[in-house]
């Protein structure tokens, strides 16, 4: 039997274990350089800022697992780019496809969301000073 690889690890279809890239740093880079802008841009707009700037925290933690960090990753990049299924100008509709691909990775790493995660995104949404260093 072959031995298997290193790394973090997910089921895949048939319940055999695949490996999960860690989020490279293009991946990561590409978040952090357009999530604070679009998030100035559209929070007022938008029903799930809290959630998204949790998001945010938890993907850009180094103590959170690769694969959630890739999953909440690939979520906001959806959320920055502006090649949308549902343009963002659309007033109403705009960011429901946003919040349905958020809401989906988020029902799937909620646990990995911290308590530490939402509550520097509520202390960046109300103006504070996030805890633990927060970067933007």
């Given at each position: 039997?072959?031995?298997?690889?290193e790394?973090?690890?997910?089921?895949g279809?048939?319940?055999?274990?695949?490996?999960?890239?860690?989020?490279?740093?293009?991946?990561?880079?590409l978040?952090?350089?357009?999530?604070?802008?679009?998030?100035?841009?559209?929070?007022k707009?938008?029903?799930?800022?809290?959630?998204?700037?949790a998001?945010?925290?938890?993907?850009?933690d180094?103590?959170?697992?690769?694969?959630?960090?890739?999953?909440l990753?690939?979520?906001l990049?959806?959320f920055?780019?502006?090649a949308?299924?549902?343009?963002?100008?659309?007033?109403?509709?705009?960011?429901?496809?946003d919040?349905?691909?958020?809401f989906?990775?988020?029902?799937?790493?909620?646990?990995?969301?911290?308590?530490r995660?939402?509550?520097?995104?509520?202390?960046?949404?109300?103006?504070?000073?996030?805890?633990?260093?927060?970067?933007?």
């Open positions: 039997m072959a031995k298997a690889a790394g973090p690890y997910m089921k279809m048939r319940g055999l274990p695949i490996r999960v890239p860690a989020p490279g740093p293009d991946d990561e880079r978040v952090r350089s357009g999530f604070w802008a679009k998030m100035r841009r559209t929070a707009r938008t029903s799930f800022a809290r959630e998204a700037v998001a945010y925290y938890c993907a850009t180094p103590a959170t697992p690769a694969r959630v960090r890739l999953m990753l690939a979520a990049a959806y920055i780019v502006p949308d299924a549902i343009p963002d100008i659309i007033a109403g509709l705009g960011f429901t496809d919040a349905a691909v958020l989906a990775v988020w029902r799937s790493v909620g646990p990995e969301i911290k308590d995660h939402r509550e520097r995104a509520q202390a960046k949404l109300e103006g504070r000073h996030p805890p633990e260093n927060a970067e933007a």
